[in-house]
């Protein structure tokens, strides 16, 4: 079945340290996101890909970084400047220009980060 | 700044009566609205999507509505079911469909 699989479900990350959430997509899809929720609030955008070697930041992009080296793979690393890292991390994808016609994103299943 | 609000107030109905949740944005005029349905601990899931042309969408038990004068967007499950308990989302295009924002969702209570 085609989807989205995010791992771990979930990670624990030490004051300091780096983690990263990994973002797998078998849709053929271009454009990739990775989005923040925190309850009570919508989901914020972190970073976005649009095509394979570039990516934009989104709305929250201090103390996030992120690659696309692969169609498939977007993942997102949390760096220790990221001060309030605990959350529910969102991957998705979409086909470029599409979202509008056939509709919506597809998320992956999330990884709960928190830190200890 | 563009906002956009759904009741943060769970909503509770009884099986088989219409659920009705609201969705209400201001600043901005989109060129279509979505809405999503997340389970605790999962992904939302894309359901229906509007666009500013449209007054009304359906797909089986969902109603969709979209009023650009009111900036509100109105979403029916009819005939609900315990199984449709869930948060629901509603989201909105910002250009490109890159930029969209998200409301915070209603959490809705289908009681048997």
């Known amino acids: 079945d085609g989807g989205i699989t995010q791992s771990p479900k979930y990670l624990f990350r030490k004051e300091g340290q780096n983690v990263t959430l990994s973002c797998e997509q078998n849709?053929?899809?271009?454009?990739m996101y990775w989005y923040r929720q925190d309850p009570g609030q919508g989901l914020r955008l972190i970073y976005y890909?649009?095509?394979?070697?570039?990516?934009q930041k989104g709305d929250i992009a201090e103390g996030y970084s992120v690659s696309r080296e692969k169609k498939e793979s977007f993942p997102l690393t949390v760096t220790s400047a990221q001060k309030n890292p605990t959350a529910f991390y969102l991957c998705?994808?979409?086909?470029?220009?599409?979202?509008?016609?056939?509709?919506?994103?597809?998320f992956g299943s999330g990884t709960r980060l928190t830190v200890v | 700044s563009q906002k956009i609000e759904q009741n943060s107030e769970a909503l509770n109905i009884q099986e088989g009566k219409t659920a009705t949740l609201t969705c209400n944005y201001t600043n901005y005029s989109p060129a279509y609205l979505q809405w999503y349905r997340q389970d605790p601990g999962r992904g939302p899931v894309f359901l229906l999507l509007i666009r500013e042309n449209e007054k009304e969408k359906r797909k089986e038990r969902l109603k969709v509505t979209f009023d650009t004068t009111l900036k509100q967007s109105l979403f029916h499950i009819t005939a609900s079911q315990p199984a449709d308990s869930a948060t629901y989302l509603c989201?909105?295009?910002?250009?490109?469909?890159?930029?969209?924002?998200f409301g915070a969702g209603t959490r809705l209570f289908v009681k048997a």
């Open positions: 989201a909105l295009d910002t250009g490109g469909g890159f930029k969209t924002i």
């Open positions: 890909s649009q095509i394979v070697n570039d990516f």
């Open positions: 849709l053929n899809h271009d454009a």
């Open positions: 998705a994808s979409s086909i470029p220009g599409t979202v509008g016609s056939s509709g919506g994103y597809t």
